[in-house]
C-alpha cells in the first residue's frame, strides 16, 4: 500500500486510542535489529485498544503481533503490514497468582511480561515450573504462539490456559491449552489471532532451590550460546532424526559459514548471527545453504523455526514445516477458530 493509505488507516486506529507510528525500522523490533521498515506500528496500552482493532483493518493488509522480536527476521525491503505490539499493564501489575491451593498456583500475566521476568518472580515468590523459562528472551504471547521450551519443558506443560482476541473479528476468549493446537515449536494460532495473557500453572516449591536452578540456566546459556544479534536457533529439530539441526549443521562443516554480513555461529551452529547494519539477505543465504547442504548430504530436510516477514512467497515457503500434517494443523486452526 502506498505511504498515504498507511496514514488514513494510521489515522483511524488512532480513534481507538492506541498508538501508531508509520515506517519504523525493523532494528527496533527484532532482536535481529536488521530489516527494513514495518508499514504501520500500533502499540496497544489497553485491552479494548485491541478490540476496537478490527474496526480499522481491512483483508487487504497483513496484520502480525510482534511480542519481543526474538523470533522474526524482517526481509530488507520491510514488511508492508501492521505490526500490533503489546504494552499492557507495567513491571508490577503485569503478574498475579490467583487459584492458588496449598501445593499449586496459576500464576496470571499480560502476553507482552518477558519469560525471563516471569521466570525469575515465579522462583523468587517459591513457585516451581517456570525456570525453564528465563533462558528464553521472549514475551509470554510469543511464547504460546511458539511453544517456546528448553531444559526439558515447555509452554504446552506450564500453561494452563491463554486469553486471545481475534484482531480481525474482534472476538475473545479464554482458550484451555488442550485447544490451542500444541506441536513441537508450534501451535494453532494465526496471525490475526492476539493472546494478550496467559495463565501457567505452578507448583509449591522452594525460591532458594529455583533461584539456584535458574542460575545454572543462566550459566549454561552463556557458556554455550551466543550474544549479539540473532533469533535463537534458527531451525527446528528435524522429527525424522534424533540428531539436532545444530548437530547437523555442524556435521556438514558449516560451523562459522560467513555469508557477507552474517555468520553460522561458532558457537552454536543453529544459531545465525547477523553484524550491525547486517542484511537480513545474508541470513537468508546462510540459511539456504544449511537447508540444502544438510539435505544433500543427509536427506533431512530442516524447516525455519524463526518468522520470516516481508519476504517472497517461494523464501516463505522454502522454510515451511512440509512435515507436520496440513490435515492436523487446518484442524487445530479450524477448533481454535471456531472458539474465537
Ligand atoms: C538468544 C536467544 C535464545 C533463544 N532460546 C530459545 C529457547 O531456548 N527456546 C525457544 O523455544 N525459543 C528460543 N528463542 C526464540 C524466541 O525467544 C522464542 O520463540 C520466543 O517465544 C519468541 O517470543 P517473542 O515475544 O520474541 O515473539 P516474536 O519473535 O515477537 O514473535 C514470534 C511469533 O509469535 C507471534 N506472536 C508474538 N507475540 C504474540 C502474541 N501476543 N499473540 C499472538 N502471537 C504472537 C508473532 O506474530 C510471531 O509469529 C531464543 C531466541 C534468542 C534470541
Redesign the pocket.
Known sequence: MRTTQWADVAAKIAKTGADTELSVPASRL??YRIGGAVALVVSITKVEQALALHTCISDEFDV?????????LISDDGFDGVAVV?QLGDDDTTMSVVESTENTALLDAR??IR?PLLARRSAALGWHGLEWAV????????????????HGS?MEKSLFDAE?INLRSGHTARVAKQNLGFRF?GSA?T?E????GARCQVTRGNAEQSQNEIAEIVSW?RDN?P?GQ????VFVNPAQTARSAGALIDEVGLRGKRHGSAEISQKHAN?IQADENAMAADVVALMCEAQDTVFDRTGVMMHS?V?LLGFTQEIAHRFLDKHHSHIELARAQETLKSLL
Open positions: 527484532t532482536t502480525v503481533v510482534v511480542g519481543n522480536g526474538s523470533n522474526i503489546l502476553a507482552n519469560l533462558g528464553v528472551p521472549g514475551s509470554l504471547g510469543g511464547a504460546v504462539r511458539m511453544n517456546a521450551g528448553g515447555d486471545l515449536r494460532i496471525d489471532m492476539c493472546v494478550i546459556r550460546q550474544g540473532n533469533a535463537g536457533s544459531f523455526e518468522r
